[in-house]
């Protein structure tokens, strides 16, 4: 049973819900990403992605939403902390070559996990603006999706031609 509907102005590609439950992000079809502030219904808008939004995550404590558009071969980080994203400069991370095909916070913590069409796994602390102790190729081929163990640890990376890889993480 639906609570309250939300109204997003166009095609919406991919849908993340803060885990505070205070904001809806949205990445759509015509390279924004509407955000929707679930306790007084204000919206906001951002634009300037290459192509549509296709992935959107958020951190563990709610202030950062990452996102990637088709073909984008860079992650854009929205800052929620203090007064929010709007009026600021998203955050961008640089480090794929190709495509960014996946891209997940690990769970309760601060890394960024991305994965790209360059073959590469790329761990990333987006409040300090710097990749992580992982930013290696580990695959031999491009990556498909990923997957974080529930408790952080551990992730899954899958490829294409059917092959998961599965590594365990020590930084935090």
Avoid at 68 to 86: L, M, R, T, Y
Avoid at 98 to 118: H, K, T, V, W
């Amino acid at each position: 049973r639906a609570i309250e509907a939300l109204v997003i102005e166009g095609t919406p590609l991919t849908l993340a819900l803060s885990p505070d439950n205070r904001i809806a992000a949205s990445g759509l079809a015509d390279g924004t990403v509407n955000f929707r502030h679930l306790n007084n219904r204000k919206r906001s808008r951002m634009s300037g992605y290459e192509g549509k939004v296709e992935h959107t995550t958020w951190s563990g404590n709610s202030r950062y939403l990452a996102t990637a558009s088709s073909g984008a071969s860079s992650i854009v980080v929205w800052d929620f902390g203090g007064k929010g994203p709007e009026g600021s400069e998203p955050l961008q991370l640089n480090g794929h070559e190709d495509r960014i095909e996946a891209l997940r916070f690990q769970p309760g913590g601060a890394l960024l996990l991305s994965a790209g069409r360059d073959w590469r796994v790329t761990l990333w602390r987006p409040g300090k603006a710097t990749r992580s102790a992982l930013d290696i190729q580990l695959l031999d081929g491009p990556a498909g999706t990923i997957c974080w163990s529930p408790d952080g640890r551990g992730l899954a990376v899958t490829q294409p031609a059917g092959t998961v890889r599965f590594f365990s993480i020590k930084a935090s």
